[in-house]
């Protein structure tokens, strides 16, 4: 009989509870932890055993992921007095789903590394939309031979798998993807605003576009919300602004002027500074709206 390895999932966010769901209906054997035990109930309903620490989840498992906001929390979760490195045993692997900095990945996969303990890098793009229909998009960095063993695992959460280096590449391309998000999301806000303000019926327009050259993710899925006056999270503005950060300081260590990003930065920094950022990425369309003197819908 195939040896069916056991799954640790940390992280029963907006991402987390569709990816760990879509494990469980691939089969594996699931425990799972949240620091918000609420968030633990749907996934123990569906048959997943919950834990009462990462460190407890490392124990019962042979690979554990997490996916958690920022750098510290990783570092919490898989580091700290609780963390998942008290619980491992030497062969089992970590995989990192989380956005963070990549100097800090490497130099968690060389604590873990200590203890015999393998580790992947591996971000992920696609929203909460493509967390629950596991068609997310992975960047992976790690061992070519710790991605191949767990490749199986990381097909029951995403539809393109890419291996694009060693630990901290994975977190490296997030990073890029991210650029390429927030640039795109503005793009989608501005050029509806433009044709709204111009007297073009706005649904006419995107599906115009849609098909075209300038078609995109953001257009199709987020545009639609703009379409709808839909500002409720797919990913939140909190989160991105998080990203745009790493972004940042990644661009500071290796010398990149990044002048487009820092334009996006800026303006999702008044979605804060309005107190938007529980809101989705598209809400950048308030700003937009500002800077037009009107609103994108009557």
Same mark, same amino acid.
């Given at each position: 009989?195939?040896?069916?390895?056991?799954?640790?999932?940390?992280?029963?966010?907006?991402?987390?509870?569709?990816?760990?769901?879509?494990?469980?209906?691939?089969?594996?054997?699931?425990?799972?932890?949240?620091?918000?035990?609420?968030?633990?109930?749907?996934?123990?309903?569906?048959?997943?055993?919950?834990?009462?620490?990462?460190?407890?989840?490392?124990?019962?498992?042979?690979?554990?992921?997490?996916?958690?906001?920022?750098?510290?929390?990783?570092?919490?979760?898989?580091?700290?007095?609780?963390?998942?490195?008290?619980?491992?045993?030497?062969?089992?692997?970590?995989?990192?789903?989380?956005?963070?900095?990549?100097?800090?990945?490497?130099?968690?996969?060389?604590?873990?590394? #200590?203890? @015999? =303990?393998?580790?992947?890098? $591996?971000?992920?793009?696609?929203?909460?939309?493509? %967390?629950?229909?596991?068609? !997310?998009?992975?960047?992976?960095?790690?061992?070519?031979?710790?991605?191949?063993?767990?490749?199986?695992?990381?097909?029951?959460?995403?539809?393109?798998?890419?291996?694009?280096?060693?630990?901290?590449?994975?977190?490296?391309?997030?990073?890029?993807?991210?650029?390429?998000?927030?640039?795109?999301?503005?793009?989608?806000?501005?050029?509806?605003?433009?044709?709204? #303000?111009? @007297? =073009?019926?706005?649904?006419? $327009?995107?599906?115009?576009?849609?098909?075209?050259? %300038?078609?995109?993710?953001? !257009?199709?899925?987020?545009?639609?919300?703009?379409?709808?006056?839909?500002?409720?999270?797919?990913?939140?503005?909190?989160?991105?602004?998080?990203?745009?950060?790493?972004?940042?300081?990644?661009?500071?260590?290796?010398?990149?002027?990044?002048?487009?990003?820092?334009?996006?930065?800026?303006?999702?920094?008044?979605?804060?500074?309005?107190?938007?950022?529980?809101?989705?990425?598209?809400?950048?369309?308030?700003?937009?709206?500002?800077?037009?003197?009107?609103?994108?819908?009557?």
């Amino acid at each position: 009989m195939k040896f069916v390895k056991r799954i640790g999932f940390i992280g029963l966010g907006l991402m987390g509870s569709g990816m760990s769901m879509n494990l469980l209906k691939a089969g594996f054997p699931v425990t799972v932890w949240n620091r918000t035990r609420s968030k633990m109930k749907p996934l123990l309903d569906a048959g997943a055993k919950g834990a009462g620490s990462p460190s407890e989840v490392a124990e019962r498992s042979d690979i554990v992921i997490d996916i958690v906001t920022d750098s510290a929390d990783v570092e919490e979760v898989l580091l700290g007095p609780s963390g998942v490195i008290r619980g491992a045993r030497a062969g089992t692997t970590v995989i990192d789903m989380s956005t963070i900095s990549p100097s800090v990945t490497k130099r968690i996969a060389q604590e873990l590394e #200590k203890k @015999g =303990v393998k580790m992947l890098d $591996a971000p992920v793009s696609g929203g909460d939309i493509g %967390a629950r229909k596991g068609t !997310l998009s992975i960047m992976v960095g790690g061992d070519p031979e710790v991605f191949n063993e767990c490749l199986p695992i990381l097909e029951a959460m995403g539809k393109t798998i890419t291996l694009v280096g060693g630990n901290g590449m994975g977190q490296t391309v997030k990073l890029c993807n991210q650029i390429l998000v927030g640039m795109n999301m503005l793009g989608v806000a501005e050029a509806l605003m433009f044709a709204s #303000k111009a @007297g =073009v019926d706005l649904e006419k $327009a995107h599906a115009a576009v849609s098909g075209g050259a %300038a078609g995109s993710w953001q !257009l199709t899925n987020n545009g639609v919300k703009l379409l709808k006056g839909d500002l409720e999270p797919g990913f939140k503005v909190k989160d991105y602004l998080k990203d745009l950060r790493l972004i940042m300081e990644t661009a500071a260590d290796v010398n990149m002027p990044l002048l487009g990003t820092s334009v996006v930065q800026q303006m999702y920094r008044s979605l804060d500074a309005e107190g938007l950022r529980q809101k989705g990425t598209q809400a950048v369309i308030r700003a937009v709206e500002k800077l037009a003197e009107t609103k994108l819908l009557p």
